[in-house]
C-alpha cells in the first residue's frame, strides 16, 4: 500500500544496522504503510569490537564495516548521505547541512558518541573515520601521547604499540580505570609486557597528541531542547526506548541511555536494544495506542581487551566481568576473535547476487535506462523529414523563415530524411536572440539513480546541464518534470521539495533558474523520476558542434567513466562502500567552468559521454562530417582512459550494466574508423561501452594547445582529465 508515514534513523550504528537486518531478513518486521530513510554522514559503520584490531593493523577496513547503503538497499529504506545539524521538535524535522530537512513521523537516534573535549589539545578518537585517516597519514614509530585510562584507552594503547607507534599513557589517576582493582592489575601487566609507559596524576590540560577520554553524544541532541543526561548529553529514554515526552522519538545506542537502568556507552547493549526498537517502531507506527515492549538492559557485560599483539608474538586478550579479571591468554583472543566474526557474518550472509544475475533481474537506472541506440536511431531514420523551413538552423546562417524547434530525442537532437541515418548534437539550435547568442536547449531524465530525491535531482540536473556545456553554452534557466510515487499528500510534498532543492543545488551557483515544470503522480508502483528541459545561450563562434574533426587534433576526457556497471554492481550489492562514495562524489562535480577553460584553448568539437558510452559517443564525433567531406578516423588509447576504482574490477568479475549489451554494437567501429593504440583486456573493452551518467566531457584541441588545456583542468580540480586519442587524417 502507498505509504503514509516517514520513519527516519538518524545514525548508522549499531541498533540501526541491526534494524536494517533484520527488515531485510523478514520484511514481515518492518512498519507497514511507511517510507524509511537513514540519515548518515558516512556510508559503513565500524563495527566497534574489531576497531583496535583496524589500528593494530590485524583487519582491513572492509572486514570490521557494515555497508549501510547495501543494507538500506535490501531493506527497502532510502540512504541519505549527510551530516546532520539539528532538530527541530516543533516541526518534527531532522535537520541537514546544506540541504533542506526530512520531516518525519517518527525519529530513532542512533548516531554514537562524540570525545569529550580535551584542555590539553588532544585529538578525538570519535569520531572514529577521521581518527583512522590521521592515523594513516603518521610516520612509523611516531611517539603518541594519550589521555585516558579507561579501557578504550588501554586497548587504544596497545593497538598503537603493535602497529610500530610508540605510545604513553596520560593517567589522571595512579592506575588505570578498568572497573575493579584485579581489571587494573590485570591492565597495567599487559601495558608493561608492550612497554607502553605510564604518566601518573597528569592534570587534564597537560599536552595530549590523543584524546581518548569518555564519550559524549552529540551536542546537537541537548541544544534542540530533548531531555539528555547532565553529565553525557545522552538522550533520556523509557525502558521501551521512547524518548521521555516525545513519544515519536526514540533513542538506543551510545547517544541513548534508559532513565531506570542507565548503563555505560557500549556496543553490546546497542546490539541487544535492536530487537526491542524493532518491535516498538513497528507497533508505534502500525498500533499507535498500543503499550511498547520494555526492554531491561543485562546488568553487566563480559568485556574482552584484546592486545593486538603489541607484546610481538600471539594477540592475547583478558576477561573482565565485573570485579574479576581473568588471562591475559591467546585463547581469549581466539574467543573474542569468534565473537567478533560472527557479528560481522551476520552482515555478510546476505551476499551479493552474483555476476550477470543482476542485470537479468534488474534494469538500470540514471541514464543506462535510456533507449538503446539501434530502436531510437531506426525510429529516426523512419520519421518523415519535417517542412523545410522547420529545419535545424546553422550556427552561423540567417534565421528560418518560420523556425521550431527540431526533432530532439532521448537528449540528443537529430535531423534526418527517411531513410537516412539522424546525425544527433549534444543540445537543440533554435533561433539566434536579438543580441545574435544562439539558443540552445536540451531535455534529459531517468528514473531515480539512487533512492535520496535529493541527491537524485542534483545529480540529474548535472547530467542534464552537460549537454549544453558540450556545445560551449551557459545554461540560463530549466524546466522539470517530477514524478512522485503513491503517498500520503505530506510524503508526496516532501518529496517533490527535496527534488526541487536538488535541482536548486546545481543551478543557484550557474546563476540560472528553475522557470517552472509539472508535476505526475505515479502509478502502478512507478517510483521516483525527474525529466528537464534545459536553456541555454553561446555566442555562435563558441558554438561546439560533435564534429567534424580535425586531423592532428587530440582528445581530452575530463574525468574517470564506469559509472554504470558501478550502479549495476550496487543493485547486485557487490560494489564496496568507498567505490560508490567515490563516484558520488566525482558525479556531483559540476563541469560548468570547463566551457570558458575548453574555449580559451581552442576546442573544435565536443560531447559529453552518456548512456551510450565512450565509443558510442566518440563515434557521433567521428561521424559528425559535414557534406562532401570524409570522415575523420581516430587512434584510441585504451591505457589512457581513466576508470573509476572498481569498475575495473568489476567488469572483470562479469558485472555488467543492463545497457551495455546494447551499446556493444559500437565495438563494431574497432574495425572500421576507431583503431586501438594497443590491444585491451576483455574489462577495458567493457569499460568503452559502459553507460554514464553525470558522464566527463569528450574534447578535441589543437595538438599545440591540448598540454595546456589538460594542465589547466587538472588544476581546477579535474585531477584525472586525460589525453586519450588523437584524430588521423583519413580512417584507418
Same mark, same amino acid.
Given at each position: 500500500m502507498?505509504?503514509k /508515514?516517514?520513519?527516519v534513523?538518524a545514525?548508522?550504528? /549499531?541498533s540501526?544496522?541491526?534494524?536494517?537486518?533484520m527488515?531485510?531478513?523478514?520484511?514481515k518486521?518492518r512498519?507497514?504503510?511507511? $517510507?524509511i530513510s537513514?540519515?548518515s554522514r /558516512?556510508s559503513s559503520?565500524?563495527?566497534s569490537g574489531?576497531?583496535?584490531?583496524?589500528?593494530?593493523g590485524?583487519?582491513?577496513?572492509?572486514?570490521?564495516?557494515?555497508?549501510l547503503r547495501?543494507?538500506?538497499?535490501?531493506?527497502?529504506v532510502?540512504?541519505?548521505?549527510a551530516?546532520?545539524s539539528g532538530?527541530?521538535?516543533e516541526?518534527?524535522?531532522l535537520l541537514?547541512?546544506?540541504r533542506?530537512?526530512?520531516?518525519?513521523?517518527r525519529?530513532s537516534?542512533d548516531l554514537?558518541?562524540?570525545?569529550a573535549?580535551?584542555?590539553g589539545?588532544g585529538?578525538?578518537?570519535?569520531?572514529?573515520e577521521?581518527f583512522?585517516?590521521?592515523?594513516?597519514?603518521l610516520p612509523p614509530?611516531?611517539?603518541l601521547r594519550i589521555?585516558g585510562?579507561g579501557q578504550a584507552a588501554v586497548e587504544?594503547?596497545?593497538a598503537l604499540a603493535?602497529r610500530?607507534? *610508540?605510545?604513553?599513557l596520560?593517567l *589522571?589517576?595512579?592506575?588505570?580505570s578498568l572497573?575493579s582493582k584485579?581489571?587494573?592489575?590485570?591492565?597495567?601487566r599487559?601495558?608493561a609486557?608492550?612497554?607502553i609507559?605510564?604518566?601518573?596524576?597528569?592534570?587534564?590540560?597537560a599536552?595530549?597528541?590523543l584524546a581518548?577520554?569518555?564519550s559524549?553524544?552529540p551536542a546537537w541532541?541537548a541544544?534542540?531542547?530533548?531531555?539528555?543526561?547532565?553529565?553525557s548529553?545522552r538522550?533520556l529514554?523509557?525502558?521501551s526506548l521512547?524518548?521521555?515526552?516525545h513519544?515519536?522519538?526514540?533513542?538506543?545506542?551510545d547517544?541513548?541511555?534508559?532513565?531506570?537502568?542507565?548503563?555505560?556507552a557500549?556496543?553490546?547493549w546497542?546490539?541487544?536494544?535492536?530487537?526491542?526498537?524493532?518491535?516498538? +517502531?513497528?507497533? =508505534?507506527l502500525?498500533?499507535?495506542?498500543r503499550?511498547l515492549?520494555?526492554w531491561r538492559p543485562?546488568a553487566?557485560?563480559?568485556?574482552?581487551?584484546g592486545d593486538g599483539g603489541?607484546?610481538?608474538?600471539?594477540?592475547?586478550?583478558l576477561a573482565?566481568w565485573?570485579s574479576?579479571a581473568?588471562g &591475559?591468554t591467546?585463547w581469549?583472543?581466539?574467543?573474542?576473535?569468534?565473537?567478533?566474526?560472527g557479528?560481522?557474518q551476520?552482515?555478510?550472509? $546476505?551476499?551479493?547476487? !552474483?555476476?550477470?544475475?543482476a542485470?537479468?533481474?534488474?534494469?538500470?537506472?540514471g541514464c543506462?535506462?535510456k533507449?538503446a541506440a539501434?530502436?531510437?536511431? =531506426?525510429?529516426l531514420a523512419r520519421?518523415?523529414?519535417p517542412?523545410v523551413?522547420?529545419q535545424?538552423p546553422?550556427?552561423?546562417?540567417p @534565421?528560418p523563415?518560420?523556425?521550431t524547434?527540431?526533432?530532439?530525442?532521448?537528449g540528443k537532437?537529430a535531423?534526418?530524411?527517411?531513410g537516412?541515418t &539522424?546525425?544527433p548534437?549534444?543540445?537543440a539550435?533554435?533561433p539566434?536572440t536579438?543580441s545574435?547568442?544562439?539558443?540552445l536547449?536540451?531535455?534529459d531524465g531517468?528514473p531515480a539513480?539512487?533512492?535520496d530525491?535529493? +541527491?537524485n535531482?542534483r545529480?540529474?540536473t548535472?547530467?542534464a546541464?552537460s549537454?549544453?556545456w558540450a556545445?560551449?553554452a551557459r545554461v540560463?534557466?530549466v524546466?522539470?518534470?517530477?514524478?512522485?510515487?503513491?503517498?500520503?499528500p505530506?510524503?508526496q510534498?516532501d518529496?517533490?521539495?527535496?527534488?526541487?532543492?536538488g535541482v536548486?543545488?546545481v543551478?543557484?551557483p550557474?546563476?540560472?533558474?528553475?522557470?517552472g515544470?509539472h508535476t505526475l503522480?505515479g502509478?502502478d508502483?512507478a517510483g +521516483?523520476a525527474?525529466? +528537464?528541459?534545459?536553456?541555454g545561450?553561446?555566442?555562435?563562434?563558441?558554438f561546439?558542434p @560533435?564534429?567534424?574533426?580535425?586531423p592532428?587534433?587530440?582528445l581530452?576526457?575530463?574525468?574517470?567513466i #564506469?559509472?554504470?556497471?558501478?550502479?549495476?554492481?550496487a543493485m547486485a550489492?557487490a560494489a564496496?562502500?568507498?567505490w560508490l562514495?567515490?563516484?558520488?562524489?566525482?558525479?556531483?562535480? =559540476?563541469? !560548468?567552468?570547463?566551457?570558458a577553460?575548453l574555449?580559451? /584553448? #581552442?576546442?573544435?568539437?565536443?560531447?559529453?559521454?552518456?548512456?551510450?558510452?565512450l565509443?558510442g559517443?566518440?563515434?557521433e564525433?567521428v561521424?559528425?562530417?559535414?557534406?562532401?567531406?570524409?570522415?575523420a578516423g581516430?587512434?584510441?588509447d585504451?591505457?589512457a582512459?581513466p576508470? $573509476?576504482a572498481?569498475?575495473l574490477?568489476?567488469?572483470e568479475?562479469?558485472?555488467?550494466?543492463?545497457l551495455?549489451?546494447?551499446?556493444?554494437?559500437a565495438?563494431?567501429?574497432l574495425d572500421g574508423p576507431?583503431?586501438? @593504440?594497443a590491444p585491451?583486456?576483455?574489462?577495458?573493452? #567493457?569499460?568503452l561501452?559502459?553507460?554514464?551518467?553525470?558522464?566527463?566531457l569528450?574534447a578535441?584541441?589543437? !595538438?599545440?594547445?591540448a598540454p595546456?588545456?589538460l594542465a589547466a583542468?587538472?588544476a581546477a580540480g579535474?585531477?584525472?582529465?586525460?589525453?586519450i #586519442?588523437?584524430?588521423l587524417?583519413?580512417?584507418p
Open positions: 502507498p505509504p /508515514h516517514h520513519l534513523l545514525g548508522g550504528g /549499531h540501526h544496522a541491526l534494524l536494517l537486518r527488515w531485510a531478513m523478514d520484511p518486521r512498519p507497514a504503510g511507511s $517510507l537513514l540519515v /558516512h559503520a565500524l563495527y574489531m576497531v583496535p584490531g583496524l589500528v593494530a590485524l583487519y582491513q577496513t572492509g572486514e570490521c564495516a557494515m555497508d547495501r543494507l538500506c538497499a535490501r531493506a527497502g532510502a540512504f541519505v548521505l551530516e546532520i532538530l527541530d521538535l516541526r518534527q524535522e541537514l547541512e546544506g533542506p530537512g526530512l520531516r518525519y513521523d525519529l537516534l554514537g558518541a562524540v570525545t573535549s580535551d584542555p589539545g585529538r578525538p578518537v570519535k569520531p572514529l577521521p583512522l585517516a590521521w592515523l594513516g597519514s614509530g611516531a611517539p589521555r585510562g587504544l594503547a596497545l603493535a610500530g607507534y *610508540r605510545p604513553q596520560l *589522571r589517576g595512579e592506575s588505570p572497573g584485579a581489571a587494573n592489575r590485570a591492565g597495567e599487559l601495558l609486557a608492550a612497554s609507559p605510564l604518566q601518573r596524576l597528569v592534570p587534564g590540560d599536552p595530549a597528541d581518548c577520554t569518555g559524549r553524544a541532541l541544544a534542540s531542547g530533548l531531555p539528555v543526561d547532565a553529565a548529553g538522550v529514554s523509557e525502558p521512547q524518548v521521555l515526552g513519544p515519536a522519538l526514540f533513542a538506543s545506542g547517544c541513548g541511555l534508559i532513565t531506570s537502568d542507565p548503563r555505560p557500549a556496543g553490546v546497542a546490539v541487544r536494544a535492536a530487537p526491542t526498537l524493532a518491535a516498538n +517502531l513497528q507497533r =508505534s502500525e498500533q499507535p495506542g503499550p515492549r520494555p543485562q553487566r557485560a563480559l568485556q574482552l581487551l603489541a607484546r610481538g608474538g600471539q594477540p592475547q586478550a573482565l565485573g574479576l581473568l &591475559p591467546p581469549l583472543w581466539g574467543w573474542k576473535e569468534r565473537i567478533d566474526r557479528f560481522m551476520r552482515f555478510e550472509s $546476505l551476499a551479493p547476487m !552474483a555476476a550477470g544475475a542485470s537479468e533481474a534488474m534494469a538500470c537506472r543506462a535506462a533507449l539501434s530502436p531510437l536511431a =531506426s525510429a520519421l518523415p523529414a517542412p523551413e522547420t535545424r546553422s550556427p552561423t546562417g @534565421k523563415a518560420n523556425p524547434s527540431p526533432l530532439r530525442i532521448q537532437q535531423n534526418a530524411t527517411r537516412q &539522424p546525425q548534437e549534444d543540445a539550435l533554435v539566434t536579438a545574435g547568442e544562439l539558443l536547449q536540451s531535455v531517468f539513480l539512487v533512492d530525491p535529493w +541527491l535531482a545529480l540529474t548535472l547530467h546541464c549537454d549544453l556545445c560551449g540560463t534557466s524546466q522539470a518534470l517530477v514524478t512522485v510515487p503513491e503517498a500520503g505530506r510524503l510534498e518529496l517533490l521539495l527535496q527534488s526541487l532543492a536548486r543545488s543551478l543557484d550557474l546563476g540560472a533558474s528553475l522557470i515544470g503522480e502509478r508502483g +521516483l525527474l525529466a +528537464l528541459t534545459v536553456n545561450t553561446v555566442a555562435p563562434p563558441h561546439w @560533435k564534429g567534424p574533426l580535425q592532428g587534433d587530440l581530452l576526457l575530463s574525468r574517470p #564506469g559509472t554504470g556497471v558501478l550502479f549495476a554492481s550489492g564496496e562502500a568507498a562514495d567515490g563516484a558520488l562524489a566525482l558525479m556531483q562535480q =559540476s563541469q !560548468a567552468e570547463l566551457v577553460l574555449q580559451a /584553448h #581552442g576546442c573544435r568539437a565536443c560531447t559529453d559521454i552518456t548512456g551510450f558510452g565509443l559517443h566518440l563515434g564525433m561521424a559528425a562530417a559535414g557534406p562532401g567531406i570524409a570522415s581516430v587512434e584510441l585504451g591505457s582512459i576508470a $573509476l572498481g569498475s574490477e568489476l567488469l568479475q562479469g558485472h555488467a550494466s543492463s551495455a549489451p546494447s551499446n556493444a554494437a565495438l563494431a567501429l576507431i583503431r586501438l @593504440k585491451l583486456s576483455t574489462a577495458q573493452l #567493457g569499460l561501452i559502459d553507460p554514464q551518467t553525470c558522464g566527463p569528450l578535441a584541441l589543437p !595538438a599545440e594547445q595546456d588545456a583542468m587538472r579535474f585531477a584525472q582529465a586525460a589525453v #586519442g588523437r584524430v587524417g583519413t580512417p
